[in-house]
């Protein structure tokens, strides 16, 4: 289960995140909302440790984002914005890295590497540097990357930018795995069909603040709007005229 309470983060003069909390708990799919340079982005990188907030606080499992860093790491798989891969290493030598990184060793390793690979149909080109790899294998490896360690939680920083239609149907298909196996899974994107047909609850940030914090139903009722689309933008407005 991921918490967050109050986190506040600034860069200079400014303020990216301003008071953000919510709650995303295990066996549900928990949609971050909000247009670019709403701190979608940077409220992710708090909970995955690359940022610490300058108030309030985060946990994952309990475990203090800041004061646990490590224990909150080993319970997350983080596929940031930006694959970040080791362009001279393969494929499956950029999954097994992270996977000792993780904490996993020997045999096991070689295990966890080849299930992850089968299960995101990445074989064919698992063996190949990813220097020149297109958008959509980048995605494909960072998200290996981010589950070969089994984590309890997953967060997902726009998973299917870059994705051609066949592997976003794929994605799609992992995360509900995931949800039906008990994992919490948190995600941000701004596309309202994916949001739609995968998240129980949705956050909605704007200006780094929460708009709203409900099931897409709940957002509907609470904006009078029968749209997503529709109420989405109602939301909006409604942190900018506070």
Do not use: W
């Given at each position: 289960?991921?918490?967050?309470?109050?986190?506040?983060?600034?860069?200079?003069?400014?303020?990216?995140?301003?008071?953000?909390?919510?709650?995303?708990?295990?066996?549900?799919?928990?949609?971050?909302?909000?247009?670019?340079?709403?701190?979608?982005?940077?409220?992710?990188?708090?909970?995955?440790?690359?940022?610490?907030?300058?108030?309030?606080?985060?946990?994952?499992?309990?475990?203090?984002?800041?004061?646990?860093?490590?224990?909150?790491?080993?319970?997350?798989?983080?596929?940031?914005?930006?694959?970040?891969l080791y362009p001279h290493l393969t494929a499956r030598e950029n999954i097994a890295y992270f996977a000792k990184l993780c904490g996993l060793g020997g045999a096991e390793i070689d295990e966890k590497v080849d299930n992850i690979i089968?299960?995101?149909?990445?074989?064919?080109?698992?063996?190949?540097?990813?220097?020149?790899?297109?958008?959509?294998?980048?995605?494909?490896?960072?998200?290996?990357?981010?589950?070969?360690?089994?984590?309890?939680?997953?967060?997902?920083?726009?998973?299917?930018?870059?994705?051609?239609?066949?592997?976003?149907?794929?994605?799609?298909?992992?995360?509900l795995k995931l949800k039906d196996a008990g994992r919490c899974v948190l995600f941000s994107s701004h596309v309202m069909q994916e949001v739609a047909a995968l998240c129980d609850d949705i956050v909605i940030i704007a200006h780094g603040?929460?708009?709203?914090?409900?099931?897409?139903?709940?957002?509907?009722?609470?904006?009078?709007?029968?749209?997503?689309?529709?109420?989405?933008?109602?939301?909006?407005?409604?942190?900018?005229?506070?």
């Amino acid at each position: 289960m991921i918490k967050v309470d109050g986190i506040h983060k600034s860069f200079g003069e400014v303020k990216a995140v301003r008071g953000v909390s919510f709650d995303a708990p295990d066996g549900k799919i928990t949609g971050l909302l909000g247009p670019n340079g709403a701190g979608k982005s940077t409220t992710l990188r708090v909970l995955y440790t690359v940022l610490k907030p300058d108030d309030g606080s985060a946990s994952i499992d309990g475990h203090d984002v800041v004061a646990s860093s490590l224990e909150a790491r080993r319970r997350t798989g983080a596929l940031p914005h930006g694959s970040g891969l080791y362009p001279h290493l393969t494929a499956r030598e950029n999954i097994a890295y992270f996977a000792k990184l993780c904490g996993l060793g020997g045999a096991e390793i070689d295990e966890k590497v080849d299930n992850i690979i089968e299960l995101l149909e990445i074989r064919e080109f698992a063996d190949r540097r990813t220097k020149g790899f297109s958008q959509g294998q980048r995605t494909k490896v960072s998200l290996a990357r981010s589950l070969v360690h089994d984590p309890q939680n997953v967060i997902l920083d726009e998973p299917s930018n870059g994705l051609d239609v066949m592997a976003i149907r794929s994605l799609r298909e992992l995360i509900l795995k995931l949800k039906d196996a008990g994992r919490c899974v948190l995600f941000s994107s701004h596309v309202m069909q994916e949001v739609a047909a995968l998240c129980d609850d949705i956050v909605i940030i704007a200006h780094g603040q929460v708009a709203l914090d409900d099931s897409a139903d709940g957002i509907r009722e609470r904006t009078g709007c029968d749209d997503l689309e529709d109420a989405f933008v109602e939301a909006i407005s409604m942190v900018e005229q506070d």
